[in-house]
């Protein structure tokens, strides 16, 4: 059983950094792939960032050199950096736990990130 907290949402303009923090217990965390999932409102779940335990890492095209996923296995502990946020980027954030990328198992109660124009 793994649970997930996210923290480190909020209110940032466009073009602004946020820093997105999901702490896991459990003492197989790093054996888990991590992932980020957000939900903007009347849309659809939409994948947006991974990472493996082998440190392998995908993102959506749409993140793709804005965010930046890491992990510390050491603190339980996974990451996004966004940079250069975009109103279209405005959704509740999920950090989710899986065997695989895309097999999510367990999820976070989710973190608002809101982007103003």
């Known amino acids: 059983q793994v649970q997930l907290v996210e923290s480190g949402g909020g209110l940032v303009q466009a073009g602004g950094s946020l820093r997105l923090s999901c702490a896991a217990s459990g003492r197989t965390f790093s054996t888990y792939a991590m992932g980020w999932i957000r939900q903007a409102p009347g849309k659809e779940r939409e994948f947006v960032a991974g990472?493996?335990?082998?440190?392998?890492?995908r993102y959506a095209d749409s993140v793709k050199g804005r965010f930046i996923i890491s992990r510390d296995n050491a603190k339980n502990a996974v990451y996004l950096q966004m940079n250069t946020l975009k109103p279209e980027d405005t959704a509740v954030y999920y950090c989710?736990?899986?065997?695989?990328?895309?097999?999510?198992?367990?999820w976070g109660q989710g973190t608002q990130v809101t982007v103003s124009s």
């Open positions: 990472i493996l335990r082998s440190g392998i890492i």
């Open positions: 989710a736990a899986g065997p695989l990328l895309y097999q999510w198992e367990y």
